[in-house]
């Protein structure tokens, strides 16, 4: 299983981006998938997760601002981030988890750099 990250940038605060995360090697519906974040200096958080009945939920910072979704025609899990703002930069990864997985499978992240 690899998954692929993308969509990162530069956005202004207030702004919107949309991460994607394409998986390969398994279909997305039989993975519990999930959003991370590691801002500069600081340890890797939680941001969303979608599970396998497409139940989400959602760090407490983020909430009413960002959705995690999933495509499952092509294997896809979206980030849609809404009023970003600038304690929301960060390097962005997704993840992929399954009883079948001995360990969560990660992405290489993509940079998202709020403004001011």
């Known amino acids: 299983v690899q998954l692929q990250a993308s969509g990162g940038g530069l956005v202004q605060a207030g702004g919107s981006a949309r991460l994607s995360c394409t998986v390969s090697?398994?279909?997305?519906?039989?993975?519990?998938m999930a959003w991370s974040r590691q801002a500069p200096g600081k340890e890797r958080e939680f941001v969303a997760r979608i599970i396998l009945n497409g139940a989400t939920s959602y760090e407490d910072s983020v909430k009413g601002r960002f959705t995690i979704s999933r495509e499952i025609a092509k294997n896809t899990v979206y980030l849609q981030m809404n009023g970003l703002q600038p304690e929301d930069t960060a390097v962005y990864y997704c993840?992929?988890?399954?009883?079948?997985?001995?360990?969560?499978?990660w992405g290489q992240g993509t940079l998202v750099t709020v403004s001011s």
């Open positions: 993840s992929a988890a399954s009883l079948t997985l001995r360990d969560p499978i």
């Open positions: 090697g398994r279909p997305i519906r039989s993975l519990h």
